[in-house]
Nanobody, 127 residues
Framework: QVHLGESGGGLVQAGGSLRLSCAAS????????MGWFRQAPGKEREFVAA???????????YYQGSVKGRFTISREDAKNTVYLQMNSLKPEDTAVYYC?????????????????WGQGTQVSVSS
């Protein structure tokens, strides 16, 4: 049974940093592409960042434009974990953040590419 568990969310002031983690189990993690999505109150879920499997395309990354240069996605296959380092946080980054797993190893921005999802972790940024 596949399980994705996010952690690291919390309340931070604008300009601050948080590091989200997503620990995976029940799958061959190194073969999966991993993504982060977020959903703010009253808004649709949106893509944040993704990282391909090392085997698929060398772990290449892809970011939504509004987070490029502020967020960094990385993976540690030995620990079955993907991270999202978030710097220079803004109030508009406030959302529930979800990690997701793509069995084809891609760094896709499209949510249907992802077969497995975590429960989410809340990130709140105060002004």
């Amino acid at each position: 049974q596949v399980h994705l568990g996010e952690s690291g969310g919390g309340l931070v002031q604008a300009g601050g940093s948080l590091r989200l983690s997503c620990a995976a189990s029940g799958l061959t993690f190194s073969s999966y592409g991993m993504g982060w999505f977020r959903q703010a109150p009253g808004k649709e879920r949106e893509f944040v960042a993704a990282i391909a499997s090392m085997r698929e395309s060398g772990g290449t990354t892809y970011y939504q434009g509004s987070v490029k240069g502020r967020f960094t996605i990385s993976r540690e296959d030995a620990k079955n974990t993907v991270y999202l380092q978030m710097n220079s946080l803004k109030p508009e980054d406030t959302a529930v953040y979800y990690c997701a797993a793509d069995p084809y190893g891609r760094n896709s921005e499209y949510s249907p590419s992802y077969h497995y999802w975590g429960q989410g972790t809340q990130v709140s940024v105060s002004s």
